[in-house]
Nanobody
Framework: QVQLVESGGGLVQPGGSLRLSCAAS????????MGWFRQAPGKEREFVAA????????SYADFVKGRFTIFSVNAKNTVYLQMNSLKPEDTAVYYC??????????????WGQGTQVTVSS
């Protein structure tokens, strides 16, 4: 099993920045990639970004390209999502996920509890 704990959410003004963290524990070595998803009220959960642990592959949803960056610190088993130029439509609960497979945009096996991000003036 793999446990995931997100942190770093909060309230930020439009145009501001936040950095989300996801600390993984347990059988982390059994996983290939980590991802971030989000779910806004009344909407389905959607893919945001993902990275494999070696860092050689990343994937981003079109709506965050150029604004969000995903990176990992393997020594800490932690993945980060740096979010810049935030927009009100980025408001959602952000979830960290881990998978054993290699398709970065789907097929995740483990999920965190989520952290709320609210972008509002």
């Amino acid at each position: 099993q793999v446990q995931l704990v997100e942190s770093g959410g909060g309230l930020v003004q439009p145009g501001g920045s936040l950095r989300l963290s996801c600390a993984a524990s347990g059988r982390v070595s059994s996983t290939y990639a980590m991802g971030w998803f989000r779910q806004a009220p009344g909407k389905e959960r959607e893919f945001v970004a993902a990275i494999n642990w070696s860092g050689g592959r990343t994937s981003y949803a079109d709506f965050v390209k150029g604004r969000f960056t995903i990176f990992s610190v393997n020594a800490k088993n932690t993945v980060y999502l740096q979010m810049n130029s935030l927009k009100p439509e980025d408001t959602a609960v952000y979830y960290c996920a881990a998978q054993r497979g290699m398709v970065l945009t789907s097929g995740y096996d483990y999920w965190g509890q989520g952290t709320q991000v609210t972008v509002s003036s």
